[in-house]
């Protein structure tokens, strides 16, 4: 009897242990991008959303700024604080961006060239003041000057 108590506590030793190295393996492979990745699809979206903007395909802007705004969406969620930043980024962002990208979407959605052009360049301005305020300024951003992305036409066929 005592050897059947002895093989039960060993089986279910075992068992909470497994059960452990299980849950713990699991969350090591969770992938998180860093902020530097996120931020860099940010700016791959902000090329993109300009150059949609620019050949008037709002089909394609609206599909990037919505790409955009996930970003931020994302950056926050998964890296809410900085050390030497004392506002929590989501709030930081929303404070920053979410006006700009309000009157981008509008600019969007009438097609309204002149107006996506105003406030792209009000966006990339929030960029900047975002960047500044977390001591990054020294990563400042412009409208693109050229189109890296040579292999994707930005065009419609109309």
Known sequence: MKMLYVRIVQITACS???????????GLNKYVPGLGEIMGQIAMRHTKLWYAGAAQNW????YELK?????????????PTLKH???WLPVLFAGNMQKPLAHLEQAVKERNLAQFTQNYDALTKACNTCHRSTRFGFNKIKRP?????????????N
């Open 16 to 26: 909470i242990l497994l059960s452990a190295c299980v849950c713990q393996s699991t």
């Open 67 to 79: 790409e955009l705004e996930e970003g931020f969406e994302d950056a926050g969620k998964f890296h």
């Open 145 to 157: 000057n050229f189109n890296p992305y040579s292999n994707q036409v930005f065009e419609t066929e």
């Open 85 to 87: 930043v004392a506002q």
């Open 59 to 62: 089909e394609l802007a609206a």
